[in-house]
Every structure is written in C-alpha cells, then in structure tokens.
C-alpha cells in the first residue's frame, strides 16, 4: 500500500465517479473473455477425453474449435486477459488511497496466477494436434492451466467481494480467510456458470455464424454444434440466476440502494431471455439466435460487474466523504494562497480584508458586540499567531458570558492572514502589552482559556 500511497493521483470526489465508470469497463471487458476461457477450455477438455474413451469425430472436430475461438491468437489474451488485471490495482489504489486495512494485496496476488494460467493454456493449445499420442500431457497442461486460472479468480473475485464490507478488512489476515465467505462462494459459482453459458452462446455465434469464418458444410456437425451449444447454454442458464439471487441476498446491508436492487433483478431479468433465446435456437433447423445471447450475456457481465462496483461504493460512502473534505479543503488552500498572492501585489491586505467581510459582523476592536472586544482577548495571543490561528479554525466556548464561536470557514491561509493582521492592529491601538502568559495550543483547543 505504501507504494501505491507515494504514486497514486490524489483523488478527487468527480474522480471518484470516473474511477468507478473506468472499474466497469475494465471488467466488461476482462471479466467475458476470461469467463469464455475458462468456460470453453472445460468444455473442450470434456470432449476430448469423451473422444478418447468413445471416439467420435464431432467430439473432437468441436473441442479443437472452441480451443481455436478462445486460444487462438496471443492479441486477444495480452488486452483482453492481462491488460485489464494490471490497471485495476491502481484503480483501486486511487479509490482507497488513506484507507486502513485495505486488502489491495489480494487484487495483486492473482496476476501472477493468471498470466501463468494463459500461458499453460497456450501450451495447451498447441499440443491439440498431438494429443493422441501425448493425451496426458495434453490434458495435464489444460488441467494445471484451467485450475490455476480458476484460483486466481476465486482470489480476485473474492477480493471484489470483501471490498463491499469495510468493517471486516481487519480480518482477512490471510486468503483462507478471504474465501471462507458464503457471498464469495456465489459470486464465483455465478461466474463460473456464467462462463459455461456464455460458451454455449460462442459455439451459436463463433463456431457456426461468425462472418468471414468459412461455413460449417458439414450439415451433421452444424447441428451436433447448434445443439450442443443451446443445451449447454441453457442449462447452465438456469442456475445464474439461482446463485445471482443466493450472491445479491447474502451481500451486506450497507451496499443497497435503489440502483443497486434493479441491477440484482435486471441480471436475473436477462438470463431468463437468454434462456428463452436458447430455447429457440433448440427448436430451430437452423443456426439462429447465436448473436442475440451472446450479446445477452455481455449485458449480464455489465450489469453484473454494476452491480458490484456500485456496491462498493455505497460501503465505502464515508471514505468518499471524506476525500471530497479533504479535496475541498485543498482546494480552498490554494485559492486563498493565490488570493494572499494577488492581494500583495495590489498592495491589498487578505488579512484585513477577510477580517471585514467575515469576523466584523460579530467583533470590534474597542466594542463589545456578539463576541468580546477584540482588545481584551488578543493580549493573550501576543507573538503566536499560530494558537490565533488555530482557535478561528477549531472555535471551542470559553467565555460564558459570550455565546460559542461559529466556525467561520476560513481557509488556514486565510486564518494565517487574518490573525497577522490583527496581532498587527493591537500593538499601536492597546500600547504596551499586559503581562499574560501565553495560552499553549492544547489549552486553545480544549476551552482552559477565556476568551
């Protein structure tokens, strides 16, 4: 974390808003293709030893299309599947900036995992050829690669989770903890489900209609492929939203609004539709409905991956809180620093002018007015603008025959100007100081001196 704190951009509360927008699309973008990955390359695996125990052309004709569509081109994997990952540390590094016990490390710790992950795969890929003669090298390197990938997004989505619950960082100490957590457990089942569905959805749209692909004329094999990719799609269509459902009624309390209600009903809502797409694709002689679910099933990902990171951010409302108190007190810093700058070249004095526009409303030099004369207090502040200073910015009761101090929401500049410039008017208007021991700053503070 403390790397992150010395090079992460201070945020602000609109750049709070875009990190959030900027999490969205990174996961829109990362979190489908990886789902395909895992969902195509378990499937492909389940037909390649289905072929070998009971062989059957079809079995591997669609196992080697499906390792095509989701392995086949490095491109795909290096933006699609590790691009995203390492941009999301820093997304969340910006957003958690300050924050105690934030578990950044757990959104780090996976990358390695799946960049090792995709490369295993890769190697996976390109033993297909070779599979019958090395079948246990083949499936071994799918296994380790398809095991290792799927740690890894139980720990990243696991991390994702727990960050909607900031009243428990404290405790995840190690990942055991992070993942015995029956909201992570459907958050993954959700995922993995969805990445099987959405490969059902793949073999519709890539496999049998994607343009500029060479058709599918072996009428046989387009209708084992429209087939078995509309069951697999829809039966694992029927579990999403069962786990959506066990994933939205087991998060925390606090991560709930309007919107974020809709967003756990309108994945629910779309998977029925998908559902009911596959169950048109079945009934159908012909490839149909390949881009209506597989575009159906991106808009779950969105909505889903809405939904989570609007969950966090409703966790997390008092850490925006209080960036946006610290942006505007920045903020206010340096207007007053520039206004102190334009002042003193036009020959103007922030102090004095501040001094009549704010505190005269309430205070004179030789006149009692809501507060005391300013006559007989400022004696006790003699050479230490600072404790000055510090009581108009933290104002405490001291005088009971006075009201309380508002705060006047001075900048500290401001403050700083105002308190010279009246430790400067008390010398020539009182004459020589009374001899008055200096309040220190702690009293200032905690009300042991009367104003």
């Excluded at 992570?184 to 519709?204: N, P, R, S, Y």
């Excluded at 269509?237 to 309108?266: H, Q, W």
């Excluded at 012909?286 to 990171?309: E, H, N, Q, Y």
């Excluded at 230490?384 to 405490?396: A, E, G, I, K, T």
Aim: charged fraction near 15%.
């Amino acid at each position: 974390m403390d790397f992150f704190s010395q090079h992460v951009i201070e945020p602000t509360a609109v750049h709070l808003r875009l990190l959030e927008f900027l999490a969205v699309v990174t996961y829109t973008i990362h979190l489908p293709y990886i789902a395909l990955v895992i969902g195509s390359t378990a499937v492909a695996m389940w037909l390649t030893f289905s072929d070998s125990e009971m062989p059957n052309p079809r079995f591997a004709r669609l196992a080697g299309d499906l390792i095509g569509m989701s392995l086949g081109n490095r491109v795909p994997m290096l933006v699609l599947g590790v691009m995203p990952l390492l941009v999301l540390p820093f997304l969340y590094g910006q957003w958690f900036v300050g924050a105690v016990n934030f578990p950044l490390l757990y959104i780090v710790l996976p990358i390695p995992g799946v960049i090792l992950g995709l490369s295993l795969l890769g190697l996976y890929r390109g033993s297909f050829r070779e599979r019958a003669a090395n079948f246990r090298l083949h499936m071994g390197l799918g296994t380790a690669g398809l095991a290792l990938l799927s740690g890894s997004y139980f720990v990243l989505l696991s991390a994702i989770v727990r960050l909607q619950d900031p009243e428990k960082w404290f405790r995840l100490k190690n990942a055991a903890i992070l993942v015995l957590n029956w909201n992570v457990i459907w958050k993954f089942l959700l995922f993995v489900h969805l990445g099987l569905g959405l490969t059902g959805a793949a073999i519709l749209f890539f496999v049998l209609r994607w343009r500029g692909r060479e058709g599918v004329t072996d009428a046989d094999y387009a209708q084992f492929a429209r087939r078995f990719g509309a069951g697999l799609g829809l039966a694992f269509c029927f579990a999403v939203p069962v786990f959506n459902l066990l994933y939205v009624f087991t998060s925390a309390d606090v991560v709930f609004d309007r919107v974020v209600y809709a967003l756990g009903i309108s994945v629910t809502l779309v998977t029925m539709l998908i559902a009911y797409a596959f169950v048109g694709a079945l009934r159908s002689s012909r490839a149909r409905f390949g881009a209506t679910t597989f575009s159906l099933f991106i808009l779950v990902f969105v909505l889903s991956s809405t939904f989570d990171v609007r969950s966090m951010a409703n966790a997390n409302r008092e850490h925006a809180r209080l960036i946006a108190i610290k942006t505007d007190r920045e903020r206010a810093e340096q207007e007053a620093l520039i206004e102190a700058a334009m002042a003193a070249r036009a020959g103007r004095n922030l102090g004095e002018e501040t001094f009549n526009s704010v505190c005269m409303q309430c205070h004179r030099m030789n006149e009692k007015l809501v507060g005391p004369p300013l006559n007989a207090v400022l004696p006790k502040y003699a050479g230490n603008p600072d404790n000055l200073q510090n009581f108009m910015l933290n104002p405490v009761k001291m005088d009971p025959a006075y009201p309380p101090m508002p705060n006047p929401g001075l900048s500290s500049a401001a403050a700083r100007a105002v308190a010279e410039y009246l430790l400067g008017q008390m010398a020539p208007a009182g004459g020589a100081q009374p001899d008055a021991e200096t309040p220190t700053q702690t009293e200032v503070q905690s009300g042991q001196t009367s104003h």
